[in-house]
């Protein structure tokens, strides 16, 4: 079964430092997505990507993020310059039609910024 | 503005009881989509059921079941016969085209003990 591959499972960054965390979504998916989990509370809309742009993008997504899609096949989320709340685990997930599909997550990346 | 409430935070069943968790959605969208989410403890986000406003019947899937009333705007979970394994947070979630993303509730966590 087609899965969303996202690396690195767990990575640690000191505040400040900018982090790039990867996400190569299903093939034929056009809608991708990021959402957070903030340890043991709900999950977080941040940003969709369809048709090479953002459509849209929560109040928590601001100017310290940035997603792209560089080749067309990896979508990432950058964090400019962590802060110690973004400490969370990130999930991308894809969908080919939300609506009828829902979306497929991957697995996630803890990223712990201390 | 989407949003979904699971009131029940903590539910602790004995192996072989059914449990039914509850969600109650708000939108002012008349074409939606209503989702439950799994995640195990290994953290994952696994899709298990979904539903669309227009068909309000209810099913049942194996050991899940689940019941949709657009009157109440609710979206319940039954699982029967509940397995140490089905032991994990279960989140319900809605999808509405205006809004392009998936918002999910808080979150329910399901201990299944022996």
């Known amino acids: 079964e087609p899965e969303v591959t996202q690396t690195p499972s767990h990575q640690v960054t000191q505040m400040g430092q900018e982090v790039i965390l990867r996400c190569v979504p299903i093939s034929n998916h056009l809608y991708f997505y990021w959402y957070r989990q903030i340890l043991g509370q709900k999950v977080e809309f941040l940003v969709s990507?369809?048709?090479?742009?953002?459509?849209?993008k929560s109040e928590i997504f601001d100017d310290q993020f940035s997603v792209e899609r560089p080749d067309g096949s990896n979508f990432t989320l950058k964090i400019r310059s962590t802060k110690l709340e973004d400490s969370a685990m990130y999930f991308c997930a894809s969908s080919e039609a939300p609506q009828y599909y829902g979306y497929t997550f991957g697995s996630g990346t803890r990223l712990t910024v201390v | 503005a989407q949003k979904v409430t699971q009131a029940q935070t903590e539910i602790s069943v004995v192996e072989k009881e059914d449990v039914t968790l509850d969600c109650v959605y708000e939108?002012?969208?008349?074409?939606?989509?209503l989702f439950w989410y799994k995640q195990p403890p290994s953290g994952e986000l696994v899709f298990l059921i979904r539903?669309?406003?227009?068909?309000?019947q209810n099913e049942i899937s194996g050991r899940y079941s689940w019941n949709f009333q657009k009157s109440t705007s609710s979206f319940n979970f039954t699982i029967t016969a509940s397995q140490v394994v089905d032991s994990a947070v279960y989140f319900c979630a809605l999808f509405t085209g205006g809004g392009n993303k998936l918002t999910f509730g808080t979150g329910t966590q399901l201990k299944v003990e022996l």
């Open positions: 939108t002012r969208d008349t074409t939606y989509y």
């Open positions: 539903r669309n406003s227009f068909d309000e």
């Open positions: 990507f369809y048709n090479n742009e953002i459509s849209e």
